[in-house]
């Protein structure tokens, strides 16, 4: 019924042109429904760049292949997708924002405080959008409703997973884990972020849902559970302020994602993702930073 939604809308309109930006498992994943639903939904592909060209030899034709990010403009893209890394953000995100709209995969890139204000300027300047994906993010328009109202006191979300499935770095790459179930992290999704930047996204996306608490206030747990071969598990607990008898509004959600061994993404997000990518499509170009 969703997907009727999406087709009859896209009648009305002239085809997007999308671009994406990253080649791996959701990125292989989101260039094949571009190709195979995009010409029904009103899309079109229009190129995919990958940081090692290589990867994409044998399935993405030549003529999309973008050998040159610098060079997106040439493909005059309505939206560009990332899910490459959060250095793209960082390094190349105000750029593709002169072009067309962002639609960001790796909202950990906006926990750099520089990053989210140079990409807050372009998109005023240039007039163009930034849409952060939810990804493994369960009620985020719960979140966003409560935080709006003021009802919203606390926000910890934890993701637990089988340690293959984390890419670390600096300091948190040397914590060992010790027995079946590690705390690697546990303190504000800011001073996480930089140190696990592919696994700290969904942190992030929370973050930016309850803008009153950020990045600083959002507190981020992060687990190694050596039982969780092949799933994430994430947590969501939020808290409002004491009412009238002195208890608390609360939630607590707990999502299991099933996932490849090993991977980094599981397999709910990337469906989730194509519905992200099929919202922001049907949304104004409005400057700003907006989750879809």
Known sequence: MQTTRF??????????????????????????????????????????????????????????????????????????????????????????????????????????????????EASHRWNHAVFVARGALWGTEDITRLDTAGGLQSLRV???????????????????????????????????????????????????????????RVVGVLVADLSLTDMHVVEVELSGPPGPTGRRFAVHTHRENPAEPGAVTGSATVTTFWRSLLGCCQLPSRPGIHLC
Not at 184 to 209: D, H, K, Q
Request: with cysteine; hydrophobic share 40%; net charge neutral.
């Open 7 to 120: 087709k009859g809308m896209a009648l009305d309109r002239v085809p997007r042109r999308v671009g994406v930006v990253g080649y791996g498992r959701l990125g292989q994943s989101l260039v094949s429904h571009l190709l195979t639903q995009g010409p029904e939904l009103g899309l079109e592909l229009v190129f995919v760049w990958n940081r090692d060209p290589g990867r994409m030899a044998g399935s993405v034709p030549p003529s999309l292949q973008l050998q040159n990010l610098a060079a997106l403009g040439e493909r005059h893209p309505d939206l560009v997708v990332e899910v490459a890394h959060p250095k793209i953000i960082q390094e190349s995100g105000a750029q593709i924002l002169r072009h067309a709209n962002l639609l960001v995969g790796s909202p950990s890139a906006l926990a750099d405080q520089a990053t989210e204000q140079q990409l807050l």
């Open 158 to 216: 934890t993701m637990a997973t089988h340690p293959d499935g984390f890419r670390l770095e600096g300091p948190l790459a040397a914590v060992p884990s010790t027995g079946r179930r590690t705390v690697l992290y546990e303190g504000p999704v800011r001073g996480l972020c930089p140190f696990a930047p592919r696994n700290s996204n969904t942190m992030a996306a929370a973050a930016l849902a309850a803008p009153s608490l950020g990045f600083d």
